[in-house]
């Protein structure tokens, strides 16, 4: 299996259906673990998606398989949307494994090379540029958690061979021959007849996919150049117009979409892109924007914003009362005492969180009398659609901090000692 004794994982985790594929690469694992190979705990993972009668049945049968193989057992039942079963199914498993991994796991998945010709096939299907022709990674990390094709480059004719050659005896699961699901479709009608035509199919599509690969990698580098060129900024997700504006179309596109994409996005579809221009051609004061798929684009004194539709739609309580830290919708306030600077901590007084209703003034630190709220927002550049979610803080009903930085310390008044107010805000 590739790579697989060079791993050093806290914990093994094998993703196990009961197929052949899940099957064989259970079977490998328990080799390298009792040939002395691998050190660590292994744990064999199920999930049981409730959709087919045999369904429990499977269930009992990796647990006997695990137990049989020495491996810490558990199952995870997950409820599918039914209006896509097949992408609903995968979704709704991997948010189990993504929900119950640790930082440091590594978790192994069965899919191997005919898997991976069909997924090519697949988003060539639906018109997947570079990045989705990459198909599957071999190991792709997230917050720790380390996941795993080792079996990318073997064929499933030689898994065939291996399971009878260790008399194992995979689950067939009959949803596998329905060929109204577009991979079924592909498997048994479509990539016999293009191997008979084109011997060592898996290989051939293999290079096309390692050549997408590299072309993708190439494009994430061009668009962390163009995005630092363009001074982008991660504490407010935006960056320069200008700079953005004088790339090329297809830069300008490739930022956007590398942009989305490390934000969990869809890039911008067909008819987005074809809007932009008038987009960024519109006057400042028409405040323009473009929507999908609960994003948007936005303009605000000569730069681009990316912002998620939700954060129009947030409730915000009228007042919370300030504690160490205060939890808002969609961040969190830390108090910690400071010497020097800080809001002059008085424990006796009413603090309170509160949010902009219009009309506020304030004595900003430094500032020889009051201002009006509104002007100092826009004096700080700070964007309309992010004022209304500012966190104000009241004491004894009167203005005296405003968390006009995300991801910052903030202060209002200088005085000998204090707090400090860290304001942590989410994005997504
Ligand atoms: N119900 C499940 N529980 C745990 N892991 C799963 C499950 N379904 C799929 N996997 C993991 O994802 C890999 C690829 O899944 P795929 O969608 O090809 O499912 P599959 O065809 O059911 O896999 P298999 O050949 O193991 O039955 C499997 O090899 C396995 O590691």
């Known amino acids: ?17 009961g197929g052949l594929d899940s099957q064989v690469l259970l079977h490998l694992t328990w080799r390298l673990v009792s040939s002395g190979c691998l050190y660590c705990p292994v744990e064999v993972w199920h999930v049981n998606h409730g959709l087919q009668a045999g369904a429990s049945t499977w269930q009992a049968q990796v647990a006997r398989l695990a137990a049989g193989y020495g491996f810490v057992y558990r199952a995870f039942r997950v409820a599918v949307s039914t209006a896509n079963v097949e992408a609903g199914a995968r979704d709704a498993r991997y948010a189990a494994f993504s929900a119950h991994a640790k930082s440091g796991d590594v978790l192994l998945l069965g899919q191997h090379a005919d898997d991976q010709s069909e997924t090519l096939m697949l988003r060539l299907m639906r018109g997947s540029g570079p990045t ?22 073997i064929e499933r004719r030689q898994l065939e061979e291996y399971a009878c050659q260790w008399q194992l005896e995979p689950i067939e699961d009959p949803s596998n021959a329905l060929e109204v699901y577009d991979r079924n479709y592909l498997r048994h009608q479509i990539m016999p007849r293009l191997a008979q035509r084109w011997p060592s199919l898996n290989a051939r599509l293999r290079r096309s996919i390692e050549a997408c690969d590299e072309a993708s990698s190439l494009l994430q580098e061009l668009a962390e150049l163009d995005m630092r060129q363009c001074d982008w900024l991660a504490s407010d997700l935006s960056l320069a117009l200008p700079a953005w504006a004088a790339l090329s179309q297809s830069r300008q596109f490739n ?112 500032a020889a009398h009051k201002v009006s ?41 200088a005085d000998e000692c204090g707090w400090w107010l860290t304001w942590q805000r989410e994005h997504t």
């Open 1 to 17: 299996m590739v790579g697989l004794k060079h791993l050093a994982p806290r914990r093994l985790v094998i993703a196990v259906s």
């Open 373 to 413: 709220l509104k002007h100092y927002l826009q004096g700080r550049g700070i964007p309309p659609w992010e004022r209304a979610l500012i966190p104000l803080l009241y004491c004894d009903n009167e203005l005296v901090a405003v968390a006009t930085h995300p991801a910052q310390g903030w202060v209002a008044q």
């Open 132 to 153: 989705g022709l990459a198909a599957m990674a071999e190991v792709r990390t997230s917050d720790g958690v380390y996941w795993v094709r080792p079996m990318l480059h």
């Open 255 to 366: 930022v956007l979409r590398c942009w989305f994409l490390a934000r969990g996005a869809l890039p911008p579809p067909v008819s987005v892109k074809a809007k932009l221009s008038q987009f960024v051609e519109a006057a400042d004061d028409r405040q323009p924007q473009l929507s999908w798929e609960g994003w948007q684009l936005r303009r605000y004194r000569q730069r681009l914003y990316f912002v998620p539709e939700w954060l129009g739609n947030i409730s915000l309580p009228q007042s919370r009362v300030l504690q160490t830290r205060t939890l808002l919708p969609y961040g969190e306030l830390i108090v910690s005492d400071v010497k020097g600077c800080g809001v002059r901590a008085d424990p006796q007084a009413c603090w309170e969180v509160r949010f902009r209703q219009g009309g506020e003034s304030w004595q900003p630190a430094g």
